[in-house]
């Protein structure tokens, strides 16, 4: 996931803090272990390089994890795609900041690309490719995912108000601070420090660190303030949460620029092509899980699906912002 997950505790239990947060980061250690494309003993690494031979049994929770991949693909109109890895690879965006292929790669690309290629067998939880050079990546939902598990455990070890992020794209708010209603979580407007705040967290895992928790019976104790702070950000929006996550997909967290136009990293799995006409997209539900992948969804499908993926979950709460 090449993302450091913190945590902001409050209580006055130090000690059950610590170990519900410990306990929290190992969930997201262990999870990343199981379900990144990057990591060589991965469940999904061996799942990629075996399910277009032979049907691969995996666990019980992965299989349930890719039936709700599944499930969001055919209700947001093939926009969430975890198939979408060979594409990446094509664009130049797995491990580069992208380049535009040739049109013959293009298509042999997107011919390995759709949920109809992936045969889930509910009856033996095995997985199978229809054809070779199937690919998944789990990379637009396997965040939300781990942060809503390790919420779980902070939620069933008595934790009451807690924030967890990964990055900055999903966090989770569960309860509220000390003396408040909700957690208060702004979205920033985007720009070049996106690229170079992921330039840092690269530098952070290549040195092994997992990330981090931080305890505080304070409220909204989110970051200590700094004399050397840069300049304030431009808010463009303020989202009250209390056991909700917000999740928010962008193009610039690697792009490039062609013919004066922003390509970023997040593919159309429908056309093949970067995601154009929508800068940024937020939503924000109970579910991380979901908010990682519609969010995606959302900055793919842009203002014209706006209304249908709003019309998908009952109190859900989207972001737009165009690009220009």
């Known amino acids: 996931m090449a993302t450091r997950f913190e945590i902001v505790l409050n209580g006055l239990d130090v000690p059950s803090l610590r170990a519900a947060g410990e306990e929290a980061l190992d969930e997201i250690v262990r999870l990343e272990a199981r379900l990144s494309l990057f990591q060589p003993a991965s469940e ?25 991949a599944q499930q969001l693909h055919q209700e947001t109109g093939g926009a969430f795609d975890i198939t979408i890895a060979p594409l990446v690879r094509c664009w130049g965006f797995m491990g580069g900041s992208g380049h535009r292929p040739h049109p013959e790669a293009l298509e042999e690309a997107r011919a390995k690309v ?31 995912y781990a942060i809503e598990k390790a919420a779980d455990l902070l939620r069933d070890a008595g934790v009451t108000s807690a924030l967890i992020h990964g990055g900055t794209s999903t966090v989770y708010a569960l309860g509220a601070p000390p003396g408040e209603e909700c957690w208060k979580v702004a979205i920033d407007q985007p720009g070049q420090s996106e690229r170079e705040e992921r330039e840092e967290r690269e530098e952070r895992e290549e040195r092994g660190e997992r990330g981090a928790w931080e305890h505080s019976d304070a409220p909204h104790a989110l970051h200590a303030p700094r004399t050397d ?10 989202f009250a949460l209390k056991d909700e996550a ?15 136009k922003i390509l970023g990293h997040i593919l159309d799995p429908r056309t093949g092509q970067p995601a154009i006409g929508t800068e940024l997209a937020a939503v924000v539900l109970p579910s991380a899980t979901e908010t990682d992948a519609l969010s995606t969804a959302l900055l793919i499908r842009g203002s014209e ?19 220009e």
């Open 44 to 68: 999904i690494a061996h799942l990629n390089a075996r399910a277009a031979r032979e049907p691969v049994r995996v666990t019980p929770s992965l299989f349930g994890l890719l039936v709700h």
């Open 114 to 144: 759709g949920m109809n290629l992936v045969l889930l067998n509910k009856e033996d939880f095995t997985v199978r490719f229809a054809r070779d050079g199937v690919m998944l990546d789990l990379g637009a939902i396997g965040k939300g």
């Open 229 to 238: 702070a840069p300049p304030v950000p431009t808010l463009l929006a303020t």
């Open 246 to 260: 917000m999740s928010v997909s962008g193009i610039r967290g690697k792009f490039f620029e062609s013919d004066g």
């Open 305 to 323: 699906g706006r209304e249908e993926i709003e019309n998908l979950r009952p109190g859900i709460r989207t972001f737009l912002l165009a690009h």
